[in-house]
């Protein structure tokens, strides 16, 4: 990114989108909508105060909504280039309502709240699409119950739990645990809210809250309308504490996963949803599997696959590896059913295809190998560059022309093509690189249309 | 350069808020103060941002103005901002090596916010110790070496010619070397390729046209390279064919050794008649396919996944998948059963053939590598791990997949070329993830099966990718390298023991025979300044420009010395 970012060569157009594209092969003309960020490009340091100071809290998408951003947000910390960018459908003063404090923060005055989207024009020899894919909603298999049982969770959720600057610091805590954290904490909130108002009174009148209430129970206070206040203030005060205590008791057992489960095949080699194999989450699951171990040593993971396709250089020596060293069981079995037993551990329920046996297992959390779905705006893109796309939604191309559209001079590179891991995606943009170059360099080249 | 010594020198030191990062954290007035009372700085400015419009008139007038030629700036990271600062520098007409950037943000303001007092105090010491450095840089040009804008493929098979025609399609010469007869490589072993069953025949027949008849390509078949010397953008290499040796000058190079089947002698019986490998396959396929032959089973990984050979060759189940499905089309009541372990049909089309496979009635049948089938005379006994029992399938032919390995003399080559293979024996990339295509070694780019098995697919694209790499250097027609290099420094101290040489990652230096007897020599263009060679020379001969011995002590000695006094 930071290459890209810094790279005499490259104009980067962040935060556009392609609306019109004209000419032929070697001369074409993109209309780019640049939408208004609200934030002066040439003038944003990327500092982050406005960040800092701005009241509106949004779920944040880098993070599967795991935790928060703000409305002026960057998308995530070092992201390229590093202007922000407002919110405009959560910014309040674009919403109409008062506030503004981020351009009175920003020291650069790089805040303008008058911005309009931009159009422009650009001539170009070639394209290259390079849009990548959607994670696949694993909602839509009721039998999985995602989203209704809090601690399954998809792959790409999982990798944000992992990650040392996502919104657990890397501690492997279950969203079932979380979720009753934060509930602590809001609970707390309020209880530190109503002791200073009984403590106010407590000193006012000279004796605790417990000692008062005992006697006005004992009816020593009638008529008293002060007293009965504290009295009502204290009945309150007690509403969030015994609550707190019990949730509090409970999280203290709290520990971190140690037994998960990997599903692979959640919406791809499924002929209700996807029927190609998406290639990558096989390598995905061990890796994710291994980092937990890493982790926490005491972490057990189960695979549960129908093949475990390990086919890329070191892969099934890192499948090996992981069996050896990490703690992974790998099990040859497609998942029918996930329910929820006991302290919101989901229940796992299969076929063990080498055993012969139907079994259940409980794990501390289940990890979705969701498909590699192609992108949701490709259908609309496709049509604006002029270019077919396959039975799936993938860009069409074939394998004796692996980067070439079925339109002369746009290329496809990555997961918009067809599912594909980073070495290969890396690989092929170099080959797209390759084939637009021949374009830019000779405006007519000799194309060599290879049929396949 | 020594002149320089003798002028005085004049230290601007920049202090950045970054916003509240770094001031919302640091006493950003004292950090001035303390600035100033350093030895040799004659100008301190604190910036809200350096990196800004204003930051950088800031420095330029720093320059111009108060005659700075030194500059310091205490902000970000070197990662993001160096660049900046330095041109900065070099537009005000200051050598951009005479600049030193301290980090008193991620390493400072960001990991001690808890602690403004002791967090202070540490960016005092870090800018002491960037001034102490800064007093003793040294200006430095930047090496500029021409490249020729020839480029050397090594293989002619599908991955090669594909580079091969890319290159030449951009209009840089290529020498194309084929040690066999003909050019194609495994295309020639080949029936038809899959999943669009296009035929292997007609595909390297054009191919091979095409390179043949590019005037910008020539080919030297029946020839090896013998010796290579040079480096990027300027190598000689010695080419021997069947007219003798040819000497070369190349630019770049490609390797697209390709690799070869591994032949299973001792394995499920292999008799090259009855028992044969999937390449066999492909040959009888091409020439049809006796009509006798009505039972087929074929055996999945097949020397591969083992103790021995540990790797999935990627490539077999496509290929068993494939002839399977021809198989049923030349004899269609031929009973074809795969025996497998992991069908690895990854991917849109892969995973499309094989459910296509099974409607068109081939069998899959899992057996647990912990008991193999068994190849008896015109039958296969194999236990179905899925059903849990024993089953003999009928035979007439067995075809055992087996896996693709490294290329015969792909070592000779590594050491030729001094790039490194894996343990399996193919050459190993500068990164498994980011570098697929090129090697640590700026020059030379790898493609296709000579990296890690690779389908028709996968192999144009390497191929493609791999010219895309190499021509960049062409284009640019020079290579322009960051002086921050390894230099001989005391050439006098040098014994020539070539440690170095073994060390560097980067086949950056030699040992050259000189009149002083052996001494070390830095490639400069092929150095890419890690300090590796400098840190292991026992005669500290070797020293790498901005982080000499000397700077770094004077760091040393700042960070050492007396405390700071707040």
């Known amino acids: 990114m930071l290459d890209v970012g810094r790279h005499p060569n490259i104009e980067l157009l962040s935060y556009s989108e392609v609306e019109k594209v004209e000419g032929r092969i070697g001369d074409l003309r993109v209309t780019v909508r640049r939408k208004a960020r609200y934030v002066e490009e040439d003038k944003c340091t990327g500092c982050g105060t406005c960040t800092e100071k701005c009241p509106t809290a949004v779920p944040d998408a880098f993070n599967e909504g795991l935790g928060d951003r703000r409305a002026i947000y960057s998308y995530f910390a070092q992201g390229i280039p590093s202007t922000h960018t407002i919110d405009p459908d959560q910014c309040r003063q674009l919403k109409g309502k008062k506030c503004g404090i981020c351009a009175k923060t920003c020291q650069a005055e790089a805040i303008n709240f008058d911005q309009k989207d931009r159009i422009v024009e650009i001539d170009v020899a070639a394209i290259i699409v390079a849009v990548g894919y959607d994670v696949f909603d694993p909602s839509r298999i009721p039998e999985y119950r995602y989203r209704e049982i809090t601690n399954v969770v998809t792959a790409i959720e999982f990798e944000r739990l992992l990650s040392a600057s996502g919104p657990t610091v890397g501690h492997l805590d279950r969203p079932s645990d979380r979720a009753v954290e934060a509930q602590i904490e809001e609970l707390e909130k309020k209880a530190r809210k109503s002791q200073k108002v009984l403590g106010k009174l407590e000193e006012r009148f000279g004796e605790s809250s417990a000692e008062f209430h005992e006697k006005y129970q004992a009816g020593q206070y009638q008529g008293d309308q002060e007293r009965q206040k504290w009295a009502d203030k204290y009945a309150a005060h007690l509403s969030v504490m015994e609550p707190l205590e019990d949730l509090k008791k409970r999280a203290e057992g709290f520990t971190v996963a140690k037994r998960l489960a990997f599903i692979q095949c959640v919406g791809s080699r499924d002929f209700r949803f996807y029927p190609f194999c998406s290639g990558y989450c096989c390598m995905h699951s061990v890796k994710e599997a291994i980092i937990a171990h890493e982790h926490e040593p005491e972490t057990r993971s189960t695979i549960f696959g129908m093949d475990i396709r390990a086919v890329g250089k070191g892969f099934e020596e890192y499948k090996i590896r992981g069996g050896d060293h990490s703690n992974i069981t790998y099990v040859r079995g497609r998942v029918a059913e996930i329910t929820e037993g006991a302290n919101h551990n989901p229940v796992v329920t299969y076929e063990d295809t080498r055993e012969r046996k139907v079994k259940s297992q409980e794990f501390d959390m289940v990890i979705l190998a969701t498909a590699c779905a192609p992108t949701k705006g490709i259908i609309e893109l496709a049509k604006v560059v002029g270019i077919e796309l396959d039975q799936y939604n993938f860009v069409k191309t074939s394998p004796l022309s692996p980067v070439d559209s079925t339109t002369p001079g746009i290329f496809v590179c990555g997961c918009a093509e067809s599912p594909m891991d980073v070495p290969e995606s890396v690989a092929q943009a170099s080959s797209a690189a390759e084939r637009a170059a021949e374009i830019a360099i000779q405006p007519r080249p000799e194309m060599e249309h290879a049929v396949a | 350069m020594p002149e320089k010594r003798d002028e005085e020198i004049r230290i601007g030191v920049f202090i950045c808020h970054c916003g509240s990062n770094i001031a919302g954290f640091l006493n950003m007035e004292e950090l001035a103060e303390y600035a100033q009372t350093l030895p040799n700085v004659v100008f301190v400015q604190r910036n809200l941002y350096t990196c800004s419009e204003g930051g950088i008139n800031e420095i330029k007038y720093g320059i111009k103005e108060q005659n700075l030629n030194r500059v310091v700036v205490a902000s970000c990271t070197p990662r993001t901002h160096e660049p900046l600062f330095r041109i900065s520098c070099a537009e005000a007409g200051l ?472």
Not at chain 2, 304 to 328: H, M, P
Request: hydrophobic share 40%; charged share 25%.
């Open chain 2, 95 to 566: 050598n951009p090596y005479l600049f030193e950037m301290v980090n008193i943000r991620d390493q400072c303001s960001w990991v001690h916010m808890q602690e403004q007092e002791d967090a202070t105090t540490k960016a005092k010491v870090l800018i002491r110790m960037g001034v102490a450095k800064a007093a003793l840089l040294e200006p430095q040009e930047p090496i500029i070496s021409e490249v020729q804008t020839r480029a050397l493929v090594i293989g002619g098979g599908l991955a090669g010619m594909t580079a091969s025609l890319a290159l030449a399609h951009r209009g840089y010469e290529v020498v194309l070397i084929e040690k066999e007869s003909n050019l194609g490589g495994m295309l020639n072993q080949i029936n038809k390729l899959g999943p669009t069953m296009t035929d292997a025949e007609e595909l390297a027949e054009r191919k091979i046209k095409a390179v043949s008849e590019h005037p910008n390509i020539t080919i030297f078949t029946k020839s090896v390279i013998t010796d290579v010397q040079g480096f990027i953008g300027k190598y000689q290499v010695d080419v021997e064919t069947e007219s003798g040796v040819k000497k070369i000058d190349i630019g770049v190079i490609v390797v697209a050794t390709g690799g070869r089947t591994f032949v299973p002698e001792g394995l499920y019986g292999y008799d090259g008649r009855r028992v044969i490998t999937q390449i066999e396959m492909e040959s009888h396929l091409r020439e049809g396919l006796d009509q006798d032959i009505k039972n087929v089973v074929m055996i999945q990984c097949v020397g591969s996944r083992n103790e021995e050979r540990s790797y999935c060759s990627r490539i077999c189940c496509q290929t068993a998948v494939k002839n399977a499905i021809l198989i049923r089309e030349q004899n269609p009541d031929a009973r074809v059963s795969i025996l497998y372990r992991d069908m690895q049909m990854y991917g849109v089309e892969n995973e499309e053939m094989f459910r296509d496979s099974k409607a068109k009635g081939i069998r899959y049948i899992n057996y647990d590598p912990a008991q193999p089938p068994k190849v008896d005379s015109k039958k296969v006994k194999v236990f179905h791990s899925l059903l849990g029992r024993n089953l003999e399938l009928p035979a007439d032919l067995v075809v055992l997949s087996t896996p693709l390995i490294a290329q015969e003399g792909a070592e000779v080559i590594s050491q030729l070329l001094r790039v490194p293979i894996d343990e399996n024996g193919f050459f190993l990339e500068g990164h498994v993830k980011l570098k697929p295509l090129d090697f640590a070694t700026d020059g030379v780019f790898l493609c296709g099966s000579a990296r890690f098995p690779a389908n028709i697919r996968e192999t144009v694209a390497q191929g493609l990718g791999s010219a895309s790499r190499a021509s960049i250097p062409l284009s640019k027609g020079s290579v322009v390298v960051e002086p921050i290099i390894s230099v001989l420094a005391d050439e006098e101290a040098c014994r020539g023991c070539g440690l170095c040489v073994e060390l560097c990652p980067y086949s950056a230096l030699e040992i050259q025979h000189t009149e002083k007897g052996r001494k070390v020599h830095v490639i400069d263009v092929a150095c890419k300044g890690c300090g590796i060679c400098a840190a292991t020379c026992y005669q500290h001969a070797l020293s790498i420009n901005s982080f000499t011995d000397e700077q770094i002590e004077a760091q040393l000695e700042a960070f050492l010395g007396s405390s700071v006094v707040s």
